[in-house]
């Protein structure tokens, strides 16, 4: 792992900062998701916002649990339980001074499975459309770590 | 985004040192005020954590949930699920070499949202407050992103 | 905090590189094991998950809350609410050339906490187990915390 400093100025690390970039933005995209979907619902978690209601029998009606609402939800927390992992180990993978195609190819099958996480968690697909994605994603991440552990290990 | 090791050593960087890590301070003592609730309310998920109360009916009474734990549970989440995109796009972002004052704005404009947010969320003030503070906060994430992704896109 | 660089190519940033993905590796592994107990006790969140199930009331039994599962999913939680502050505060800490003997010390304790965090939490170990490698956790990223800030702080 010699002379780090040399692969920030990489073109492996220009292309980590577009995947790590893409794929944080969808993950930010479910937070709007869910925002939109309390909205349009009406299904709020907090007393206060539920000001658009007149009577108070109608507030305590939008303090609930909505299953599309808690779908998509359940698919933002995996996105945020595998994407922490992938920025992170992907950053120093980056670091470890990695062939260009081989990199390349690790960011891409990570997104690629988030995407495909996503569209089937939201939708609903049948299994094992979202299964298979998952462990995809995992898979490109294991693969990094494995990478950054056997080329710097110092412990 | 040639030369980005010259960032690192830069102003820019410095910054965002700064608000990154006083903004995951923030969010850590969140974890501290959920501890502090649990223990002085008497509010708890674990059966082994109500170690203190003798009686098994005493114990079977601590596992419960409560409002206002599960108010600052929801701050602690948006927190994460906020200032995790900041983190990852901002230090991205400071590495495209943006002129000082621009970077400090975003940083300062996303930091000072969050703590607006905080406040808003755990003392329950009437919205838009909390709906603002977050709608700014991810406003700095994506005009960040937008400048990543405008200097260095590598797909 | 003058010449960052140099401390990219420095054996602290190896040394956190290690410990970083050694702790990720750590939790990412908790998403196997909820997936594992899901799997063999057959409790899921989403009915499409229930597919190896034939009839519709058997599907609806496998759609419920199991404590175990709860349990791992409250220890993963936590940790992704520890560490994601680890390794944003501890990935800046490197930066600022700290002593190698305490840098490595830090990561040290912190790998070590979570992993004690972790077999207190899943196997319920009796109290105050659990909250003490809790607080050594937290106490360690602070440390380093502290440091980022006294060292390089830019406001």
Not at 26 to 54: C, G, P, Q
Request: include cysteine; glycine fraction near 2%.
């Amino acid at each position: 792992m010699a002379e780090l400093t040399h692969m920030i100025d990489s073109e492996v690390f220009l292309a980590f900062s577009t995947y790590a970039t893409i794929v944080t933005l969808k993950m930010m995209l479910l937070s709007l998701l869910i925002a939109y979907f309390r909205l349009t619902k009406k299904v709020f978690a907090n007393m206060e916002d539920t000001s658009l209601a007149h009577s108070t029998e109608d507030k305590k009606k939008m303090i609930r649990v909505d299953p599309d609402v808690e779908r998509v939800r359940r698919c933002h927390q995996n996105d945020l339980e595998n994407i922490v992992p992938f920025i992170v180990i992907g950053l120093l993978y980056a670091l470890t001074g990695p062939d260009l195609a081989t990199a390349v190819l690790h960011f891409r099958v990570f997104v690629v499975s988030r995407i495909c996480h996503t569209v089937s968690y939201v939708l609903a697909l049948p299994q094992p459309s979202r299964a298979l994605s998952w462990v995809t994603g995992m898979f490109a991440t294991f693969s990094m770590a494995y990478r950054v552990l056997s080329t710097a290990l110092f412990l």
